[in-house]
């Protein structure tokens, strides 16, 4: 896997300036950032404008602080017990994730004698996975309840979108500006941000931007937003390993699972579902080969699959093969992942980045 420095920095500083000097940008590297390596992500932004980094573990929050960032560090979803009280040591601000939740956090910050920073989810948009249901008494009662805990400290109250769909995004922010408003007032008045979007809800939605934006995926490059400005920063490359020719009528993989319409050279990929190349790409995805695209023809296996190359008759042991990102004037994109896999890709290429070899290339200015 090949990430690319010079385009994180350039996503982020196109991000930093469509979003304005006013919003605070939180950049979010949870899952090792989404694959790219937090010991090579994390370097880029401590010397960009982003005022916060977005993480899920604790093993995030650790990669996150040896990179030497010692800035403010936002968990992104609600975390267990013993998380939240390893996390303090990062000084990681929790994402308060309901009214027992906020017991959980204010109990271990009890018991180190100490304050905890967070911020309290309310479930405005929708997403029904956590978050206060402040339209009801029992859930306004519970945001200030949290509000007025003295060992918590509320820093923010934030919500998270379920659809990656404007109309959805504008009637969602709507809500969260009302739901946030009446418990602001609850507070004191102290300094408390309000923030639900995410790069989709960011870029496309001004409005739901509100004091800081939480931007994942558009620092990787893995969104449309800006008209395509942003840059891909991951490439997955291999090299075939063998070359075979077989007639027409034969069979190829594991349970005969396709058989050859006309004769055919097929080309090993030593790579297989071991390394996070799942079998719902079999039939369905695609790799470039001497900058032309060959479909997958076998059912993958755990440490190889075929991709036909008979339009390719160049092909050969040793060439360059891109499973995701460009060759030449191809690409192989997130979209394409999104449409082989049946799924988004980020659920394939956050595996790749535990399972395969990685190395920055690129200057990273
Ligand atoms: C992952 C995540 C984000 C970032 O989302 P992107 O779509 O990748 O920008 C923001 N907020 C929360 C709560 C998240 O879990």
């Known amino acids: 896997m090949e990430i690319d420095r010079t385009a994180i920095a350039h996503n982020?500083?196109?991000?930093?300036?469509?979003?304005?000097?006013?919003?605070?940008?939180?950049?979010?590297?949870?899952?090792?950032?989404?694959?790219?390596?937090?010991?090579?992500?994390?370097?880029?932004?401590?010397?960009?404008?982003?005022?916060?980094?977005?993480?899920?573990?604790?093993?995030?929050?650790?990669?996150?602080?040896?990179?030497?960032?010692?800035?403010?560090?936002?968990?992104?979803?609600?975390?267990?017990?013993?998380?939240?009280?390893?996390?303090?040591?990062f000084g990681v601000e929790e994402w308060i994730g309901g009214a027992e939740h906020a017991g959980i956090v204010s109990a271990v910050a009890a018991a180190r004698d100490t304050r905890i920073r967070g911020h309290l989810s309310l479930n405005s948009t929708g997403l029904g996975r956590d978050g206060l249901e402040v339209g009801e008494?029992?859930?306004?009662?519970?945001?200030?309840?949290?509000?007025?805990?003295?060992?918590?400290?509320?820093?923010?109250?934030?919500?998270?979108?379920?659809?990656?769909?404007?109309?959805?995004?504008?009637?969602g922010s709507a809500h969260f500006a009302a739901q946030s408003l009446a418990v602001l007032d609850a507070s004191d008045g102290r300094g408390i941000a309000r923030h639900c979007a995410t790069t989709f809800a960011a870029l496309h939605v001004p409005e739901s931007r509100f004091d800081l934006v939480r931007i994942g995926a558009g620092l990787y490059g893995d969104t449309d937003a800006l008209g395509g400005v942003l840059r891909p920063a991951m490439r997955v490359v291999s090299r075939i390993a063998a070359?075979?020719?077989?007639?027409?009528?034969?069979?190829?993989?594991?349970?005969?699972?396709?058989?050859?319409?006309?004769?055919?050279?097929?080309?090993?990929?030593?790579?297989?579902?071991?390394?996070?190349?799942?079998?719902?790409?079999?039939?369905?995805?695609?790799?470039?080969?001497?900058?032309?695209?060959?479909?997958?023809?076998?059912?993958?296996?755990?440490?190889?699959?075929?991709?036909?190359?008979?339009?390719?008759?160049?092909?050969?042991?040793?060439?360059?093969?891109?499973?995701?990102?460009?060759?030449?004037?191809?690409?192989?994109?997130?979209?394409?992942?999104?449409?082989?896999h049946g799924s988004i890709a980020a659920d394939l290429y956050v595996a790749w980045g535990r399972l395969l070899p990685r190395r920055a290339v690129g200057a990273a200015g």
């Open 243 to 340: 070359i075979n020719s077989y007639p027409r009528g034969s069979t190829v993989g594991y349970d005969r699972w396709h058989r050859l319409d006309a004769d055919a050279r097929l080309a090993l990929i030593p790579l297989g579902y071991a390394d996070g190349f799942h079998r719902s790409l079999s039939g369905t995805g695609e790799v470039l080969v001497q900058g032309a695209r060959a479909r997958i023809v076998d059912r993958i296996a755990m440490n190889s699959f075929l991709v036909d190359v008979s339009h390719i008759p160049e092909a050969a042991p040793g060439d360059e093969v891109v499973l995701f990102g460009a060759q030449h004037d191809q690409a192989i994109t997130s979209a394409d992942v999104d449409r082989a």
């Open 137 to 171: 008494p029992q859930g306004m009662r519970a945001a200030q309840d949290a509000l007025a805990d003295p060992l918590l400290d509320v820093v923010g109250v934030c919500s998270h979108f379920p659809c990656e769909d404007v109309a959805d995004v504008v009637a």
């Open 12 to 89: 982020v500083r196109t991000i930093r300036a469509a979003l304005g000097p006013q919003v605070e940008f939180c950049a979010v590297v949870k899952a090792d950032a989404y694959g790219h390596g937090i010991d090579i992500v994390a370097p880029l932004l401590a010397e960009s404008q982003v005022d916060l980094i977005g993480v899920a573990s604790n093993e995030d929050a650790a990669a996150v602080r040896s990179s030497g960032f010692t800035g403010r560090l936002m968990r992104v979803r609600p975390a267990g017990r013993d998380e939240v009280d390893d996390g303090i040591r």
